[in-house]
């Protein structure tokens, strides 16, 4: 039904536009009595043989939703009807920010993919630190948090430190994002030194708290072998908790959308299938390296069950999703979630 009939609705709008519109949507019926548990019953699917124990944490299942759908944490209650085991909200900053000139989000369907150059637009981590003061869902929450645009680098802990300090008591987990291509000079931070300094800050910081949180970090698609061998000492040597591979991508290699869509579309970071594979290599990259045990949430490309049994075959210990819950609607959850059990 959203393929055929909710979908091709959607797409004849803006994409942020209509990213707007249904949240606006959603949270006004969220409040009417009985609208959650109708959700509930149609997207949900339990079985205690589905959840996962990582860093502490038991998620009720291993799919989770992605940094970037819900940035400002508005829609948590309404989200976890559809049957998340968990849902990342971010990417925060300390001090509100528009992000980058619009149109900034645009569909590839022809790839089944998004391209997007958001620039960590966001309301500001004391706006969302407000809203989950008052969500009342149970669903595990990780908190993905950056620097804001015109904090340089050499001054970027900052930021960090304030957006983990905000949140510290109302997520489960932390991930440091120093890989969205969207925010200029952001990428440095995943160079050796500086990447090693910020997690040795952060991880610091988590340590001193009387309640201890799993910091993990996200890395981009694009690095090569000898930086995957970097972030492997880092994650390693900073004793970082887990590793979330991977944010979306500069390349467009073997795209079907023709060049010259894509140079009307400009600069911005690819997300959906064309990623799966990249992504699918990185985490068998890591798993090697890291050992059976290191903690791997795989995302990337993930359009339907198959490929989240593939990202978990490549060694992903849990999943998240966020194109191709667009592109395949919320459904997707539970169908994922039945093939996980079926095939185990």
């Known amino acids: 039904m959203y393929k055929l009939l909710v979908r091709p609705f ?3 709008f803006d994409p942020e536009a209509i990213h707007h519109f249904v949240f606006k949507v959603l949270s006004i019926k969220g409040k009417i009595p009985g609208f959650k548990s109708v959700l509930r019953l149609f997207f949900n699917f339990k079985s ?13 299942n291993p799919v989770g939703l992605a940094a970037g ?9 309404e989200m976890a009807c559809f049957g998340f085991g968990f849902i990342e909200i971010g990417t925060l900053t300390p001090r509100p920010q528009e992000g980058n000139e619009k149109p900034r989000l645009f569909r590839l369907p022809k790839d089944q993919a998004l391209i997007n150059r958001m620039g960590f637009n966001n309301e500001g981590v004391d706006a969302a630190v407000k809203r989950l003061r008052n969500r009342s869902s149970k669903v595990i929450i990780g908190g993905n948090i950056g620097k ?7 001054k970027a802990f900052s930021d960090y430190m304030l957006c983990f300090e905000a949140l510290h008591p109302h997520v489960d987990y932390f991930v440091v994002n120093v890989s969205s291509p969207n925010t200029p000079g952001l990428r440095e ?6 990447l090693k300094r ?4 952060v991880k610091g910081l ?47 290699l073997g795209l079907t959308t023709s060049q010259d869509e894509l140079q009307v579309i400009g600069m911005g970071g690819l997300s959906g299938a064309p990623v799966k594979e990249r992504s699918n290599e990185v985490i068998s990259y890591l798993r090697k390296n890291l050992g059976p045990d290191y903690p791997i949430i795989g995302v990337g490309g993930i ?42």
């Not at 205690?48 to 009720?60: A, M, P, V």
């Not at 931070?189 to 500086?194: R, T, V």
């Not at 090569?224 to 908790?241: G, P």
Request: cysteine-free; glycine content about 4%; proline content about 5%.
């Open 10 to 12: 959607l797409f004849l």
């Open 48 to 60: 205690k043989k589905l959840e996962r124990k990582l860093f502490g944490i038991t998620f009720s």
């Open 69 to 77: 759908f819900d940035k400002d944490a508005k829609l948590i209650d």
């Open 148 to 154: 804001n645009k015109d904090t340089p680098n050499d």
């Open 189 to 194: 931070l995943q160079d050796k030194e500086p």
């Open 198 to 201: 910020l997690m040795s800050h």
């Open 206 to 252: 988590s340590r001193s708290k009387d309640k201890v949180k799993p910091v993990l970090l996200k890395i981009a698609p694009d690095l090569t072998d000898s930086q995957l061998d970097d972030i492997v000492e880092i994650l390693k040597e900073t004793k970082t908790d887990g590793v979330i591979a991977t944010n979306t991508t500069i390349s467009r």
């Open 303 to 344: 359009m339907s069950p198959q490929d989240a049994l593939e990202k978990i075959k490549a060694g992903a210990d849990l999943i998240q999703i966020y194109t191709g819950f667009i592109y395949e609607g919320p459904g997707m959850i539970k169908r994922i979630n039945r093939a996980i059990l079926s095939h185990k």
